[in-house]
């Protein structure tokens, strides 16, 4: 796969489409199974509490995967990805009920660099909580 993005067409401050994510503690146990992190603090709310954990929280890097989902589906190709990090500022809690909780995410153009790659900064947000920091990526556009 290629980058559909071309790097003269993109500015600096151009927003990428902003999108939202639902997680609930169905998703939880899903990304448990197929990341091998079974710590109850993410599907077992006793047990999230005894911690002093207000309910049961998603984990981090299903967080940050959901998060950099933003860029991969503005620039068509998630190999385009040259670097990504962030700080994990607050939990995703998740409750037990038919809604879950919601990631919301934006995301826009901080920086051109050399050799066609970009820096985005994303902004990922859940019940109007900051839930990660210093989210940046490094894309190599076409």
């Given at each position: 796969?290629?980058?559909?993005?071309?790097?003269?067409?993109?500015?600096?401050?151009?927003e990428l489409?902003?999108?939202?994510?639902?997680?609930?503690?169905?998703?939880?146990?899903?990304?448990a199974?197929?990341?091998g992190?079974?710590?109850?603090?993410?599907?077992?709310?006793?047990?999230?509490?005894?911690?002093?954990?207000?309910d049961v929280?998603?984990?981090?890097?299903?967080?940050m995967?959901e998060a950099?989902?933003?860029?991969?589906d503005?620039?068509?190709?998630?190999g385009?990805?040259?670097?990504?990090?962030?700080?994990?500022?607050k939990?995703v809690?998740?409750?037990?009920?038919d809604?879950?909780?919601?990631?919301?995410?934006?995301?826009?153009?901080?920086?051109?660099?050399?050799?066609?790659?970009?820096?985005?900064?994303l902004?990922?947000?859940?019940?109007?909580?900051?839930?990660?920091?210093?989210?940046?990526?490094?894309?190599?556009?076409g």
């Amino acid at each position: 796969m290629t980058a559909k993005v071309a790097y003269e067409s993109v500015e600096v401050g151009m927003e990428l489409p902003a999108q939202s994510f639902p997680v609930t503690r169905a998703t939880l146990v899903q990304y448990a199974g197929a990341s091998g992190d079974f710590n109850p603090i993410h599907w077992n709310e006793k047990f999230a509490r005894e911690v002093g954990l207000p309910d049961v929280i998603a984990h981090g890097m299903f967080t940050m995967a959901e998060a950099i989902r933003v860029v991969t589906d503005w620039v068509g190709d998630p190999g385009a990805i040259v670097e990504y990090g962030v700080r994990f500022t607050k939990p995703v809690v998740v409750p037990n009920d038919d809604g879950g909780a919601l990631i919301e995410v934006s995301a826009k153009v901080a920086a051109l660099l050399d050799d066609n790659r970009v820096r985005v900064d994303l902004t990922a947000m859940s019940e109007g909580k900051k839930v990660l920091g210093m989210s940046r990526a490094v894309v190599r556009l076409g």
